[in-house]
């Protein structure tokens, strides 16, 4: 057997071992303390649909939304562009409408 051949045996061998000893002790996922996405809300029984810009901080433990009507929508909750803070330190959630200059407080223990 040439040295090359015996040195990849023992790297395979290396490898092999380092991943059944990491599958033997598993370690959680850890999330990301902040993030940002999109989403697209689609309710097709109803009609309607919103586009979402979603922020997440687990730290200060606060979402924030910020829903977009998708074009010629007529019905469904929101009806205009419209910003929705959750503060769960606060147990409050806020609703902005910039356009109509509506601002809505709900405490979520109200909303149980």
Known sequence: MSLTAVCLI???VAT???????EANPTPCKDP???EGY???LDFEKGFGDNARISYDEV???VRMHLVPVNGRQNGPFKREIDIIMLFKDDKFYFFSEKDKMCKLL???DMI
Do not use: C, D, F
Request: aromatic letters at 10%; glycine letters at 4%.
């Open 107 to 109: 405490v979520y223990h």
């Open 33 to 35: 303390k902040q993030w």
């Open 16 to 22: 092999s071992s380092a991943a059944t000893s990491a």
């Open 10 to 12: 023992g790297v395979l």
């Open 60 to 62: 200060n433990e606060r």
């Open 39 to 41: 989403a697209i809300i």
